[in-house]
């Protein structure tokens, strides 16, 4: 018998299984460290993320990120009531 047979398979399905959650751990930990949290708080949430494979993103995601300060999108309402520079 020969042990060639899906050997290219398998090897996509390594680098797939592999390569894809490191990839999302290096995103979420650029969202952590960009986020607004003390240095503790980011080192929690870096421990977190990066021990807990799955789990951890999945925590920070619903419970670690700070809403970013901008102004509030109101539908129906233009937003350039007061920016705009013909409107007199």
């Not at 399905?13 to 979420?28: A, D, K, N, R, T």
């Amino acid at each position: 018998m020969t042990a060639s047979r899906g050997c290219a398979t398998n090897s996509i399905l390594f680098l797939i299984c592999v390569f894809i959650p490191v990839v999302g751990h290096i995103i979420e930990t650029i969202f952590i460290l960009e986020d607004d949290h003390s240095f503790l708080g980011k080192i929690f949430w870096l421990v977190i993320v990066w021990c807990i494979p799955f789990l951890g993103a999945l925590l920070y995601l619903l419970f670690g990120q700070r809403p970013v300060n901008r102004p509030r999108v109101m539908f129906g309402q233009p937003g350039y009531l007061n920016n705009n520079p013909y409107q007199r």
